[in-house]
């Protein structure tokens, strides 16, 4: 049975000037990515962070975390876009001054068709390089691994960020700036446990704008949220679009 959408929300959506959506893994789990933190099928359960998806993992064994990356590659190449990700297309569409924020690397956003957006992680079919930072889409196949970087022979690595290092200060600019202007901030599948994103709602929030989320599950943003909904974003966005009747981009029956 679909979750029943509270009337009020559908009124402040349709209201809202300033719109803010912040995405985690969740969105994409039905497309058949792996989250991180979930108990048993999250990618952190099985692996060890610290080993894969820091500067320090990277610098100890390379190879390993290329190799990594690359079957993470494989497994979104594999994949697309579900219904959850098109509705957002509508949204910002539809919406008078929309931005989506991501902490997905799959650049399934994009592909969907969001183009107001800023991935905040980084994206994981961009390749740089370890030392000199010079974002390559081009490299001499070898049998070392990593690949040289053409311009300088450095180790290439994926273009997302890890554990311990920073995130593009503009784009942190505009994400916090965003939220703080926002009248409506919508945060899904994400556990909203990883800084900076996890502050992005509760500036919002502090700041008078109304929160929602969209999660299966209870996370520490739930006690705050106005509406905290229990169910999966590809259920409930594309309904949220429905209840809008606003023009929809995703085809009945799409891909899910
Ligand atoms: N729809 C919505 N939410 C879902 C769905 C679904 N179909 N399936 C799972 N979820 C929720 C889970 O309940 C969980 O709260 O998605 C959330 C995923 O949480 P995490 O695995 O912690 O992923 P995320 O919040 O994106 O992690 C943040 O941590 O390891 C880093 O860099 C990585 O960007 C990542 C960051």
């Avoid at 039905?30 to 610098?59: C, I, K, M, N």
């Amino acid at each position: 049975m679909s979750l029943q959408i509270p009337d009020d929300l559908i009124t402040t959506l349709a209201a809202a000037e300033r719109v803010v959506v912040l995405t985690g893994a969740g969105i994409s789990a039905e497309s058949g990515v792996p989250t991180f933190r979930e108990a048993q099928t999250g990618l952190w359960a099985q692996y060890d962070p610290r080993e894969l998806a820091t500067p320090q993992a990277f610098a100890r064994n390379p190879r390993l975390v290329w190799e990594w990356y690359a079957w993470r590659r494989k497994l979104i190449q594999q994949a697309k876009p579900n219904l959850a990700h098109h509705a957002l297309v509508d949204l910002e569409q539809a919406l008078p001054t929309f931005l989506l924020v991501t902490q997905n690397i799959d650049g399934f956003h994009w592909l969907a068709g969001s183009r107001d957006m800023i991935e905040l992680h980084g994206n994981i079919a961009r390749t740089r390089c370890y030392e000199e930072g010079h974002v390559v889409s081009w490299w001499e196949e070898t049998d070392e691994l990593p690949p040289r970087c053409p311009h300088c022979g450095g180790p290439l690595r994926p273009d997302v960020v890890w554990f311990g290092e920073g995130i593009s200060e503009q784009a942190l600019r505009s994400a916090f700036d965003a939220a703080a202007a926002c009248d409506l901030f919508i945060s899904v599948g994400t556990s909203a446990m990883v800084q900076p994103a996890a502050g992005l709602p509760l500036l919002a929030k502090r700041m008078g704008a109304r929160v929602l989320e969209i999660n299966p599950a209870q996370t520490a943003l739930s006690v705050i949220a106005d509406w905290s909904l229990q169910d999966k974003a590809s259920n409930l966005l594309p309904q949220l679009v429905r209840r809008l009747d606003f023009p929809t981009n995703a085809i009945d029956g799409a891909e899910q």
